[in-house]
């Protein structure tokens, strides 16, 4: 396939893609839900980064709803309203970073519990159900999140909490979250939880799939600009929220004011990022499908992924992030490949307007059992690439390059 040639070309060849219409009114909440100037003395249009750890009470216990910075900051409130409103929630909490979000509602069990999780998730996640929770003593077992019969098969007396993501990280999973969650709520008292990263709210609401909690490391996408760590977590139920907000506040857990400032600030950009992430990514797909020197792509998008109709009929459109094997699927010829790339850089993380690559065995995914990687198909061949916004030319005629060198 060749390079395109403009963006009006690109736009058309994603125009027919079939994902559903993204409703209308998103970007109009992301700019200004939370925001109203007359909350501040100033008017300021942008809100105002609120440092202070302490704050001036009337009288003894007589404060103006900020007593302490750890339990409220006028920074970090404007964030979580924000947040919430985009994903149809009612509640918003902001953590230090996304591993904070996941050990705070990991919390939420005690000894004895039980928690079925996706075989395949972030391994930053699945390092910290399988060692924090086993020094918890909280029985952990991962399935197949695309087979509800298996998800269904592994739910126990004891089972308190299903984890998931979709897509999931690298393999690109689509998992149906509302079927699951119909699944799992027959049963009182399990949470699901769904960690929504890689669509973000604009392409993916979970609470109104029957989610419980969704959950983000705000680092990716929803900043979008690689120079913040944050996490949050949204709800709708005020029970499930006054427990998260107690262990937020209790573990201290919590971003700083000027990190909530610039995440806030990156969703007043993230309808038009997504977009562009979107655009690129799949003309990506289509180039590196059509490549001699790649075995198969993993993109929701392309027809060719197993649960692409499913992720039609579930969100309205895939981000940049995608996976793909490359025919020799071996250590050296990847690392070949990776050291070969010119505008893509070769990090780990992903979101930020900047393209990148990185080698999932290796890298994101390099605490997990080679075993394990192995039963996935998380091999040395399998490479992640988080699409940026650059122009897409530009980046297919790095990945072009690369593959020459092969």
């Not at 077992?141 to 019969?149: A, S, Y």
């Not at 008292?189 to 799939?209: E, K």
């Not at 139920?237 to 201290?252: C, I, S």
């Not at 530009?394 to 092969?406: G, H, P, R, V, W």
Request: charged share 20%.
């Amino acid at each position: 396939m060749s390079t395109l040639e403009s963006t009006n070309g690109l736009e058309q060849i994603v125009a027919a893609d079939g994902f559903r219409a993204q409703p209308k009114g998103f970007a109009t909440k992301a700019i200004h839900v939370g925001q109203d100037p007359e909350q501040w003395t100033s008017m300021a249009v942008v809100p105002p980064i609120t440092m202070s750890a302490t704050f001036k009470q009337r009288g003894p216990a007589q404060h103006s709803g900020y007593e302490y910075g750890r339990t409220e900051n006028p920074s970090r409130n404007v964030l979580e309203k924000c947040l919430a409103c985009l994903d149809n929630g009612k509640y918003g909490l902001a953590f230090a970073s996304g591993h904070g979000v996941a050990t705070a509602i990991i919390t939420l069990l005690k000894a004895g519990d039980h928690i079925v999780a996706s075989d395949n998730l972030y391994g930053g996640t699945n390092r910290l159900l399988r060692n924090f929770c086993v020094d918890m003593n909280i029985a952990v077992d991962f399935v197949n999140g695309t087979d509800l019969e298996k998800v269904k098969a592994a739910l126990k007396p004891s089972t308190k909490l299903v984890w998931m993501e979709s897509p999931t990280n690298p393999l690109m999973k689509v998992i149906d979250i509302e079927a699951v969650c119909a699944e799992v709520h027959r049963v009182a008292g399990i949470l699901v939880v769904v960690d929504n990263t890689f669509l973000t709210s604009y392409f993916q609401r979970p609470l109104d799939l029957g989610a419980d909690i969704v959950m983000y490391s705000l680092t990716k996408y929803m900043n979008g600009h690689s120079d913040v760590v944050m996490g949050a977590a949204i709800m709708n139920d005020e029970a499930l929220y006054k427990k998260l907000k107690f262990r937020q506040n209790e573990t201290g857990i919590v971003p700083s004011p000027f990190d909530c400032y610039l995440v806030n600030r990156g969703l007043k950009t993230l309808s038009l990022r997504m977009e562009r992430h979107k655009l690129n990514s799949l003309a990506i797909a289509k180039f590196l499908e059509g490549h001699p020197k790649v075995k198969r792509v993993l993109h929701p998008g392309l027809p060719s992924h197993p649960q692409h109709e499913l992720a039609k009929r579930q969100s309205n459109g895939h981000s940049g992030i995608m996976s793909f094997y490359l025919n020799g699927d071996g250590l050296e010829e990847s690392t070949l490949f990776l050291k070969s790339l010119k505008v893509f850089t070769l990090a780990v993380s992903l979101g930020g307007f900047e393209s990148l690559a990185e080698l999932p065995a290796l890298m994101s995914h390099s605490s997990e059992s080679v075993e394990h990687r192995s039963a996935l198909g998380i091999t040395d061949g399998l490479i992640r690439l988080s699409v940026g916004l650059e122009d897409v030319d530009d980046l297919i005629a790095d990945l072009e390059q690369s593959l020459n060198k092969l």
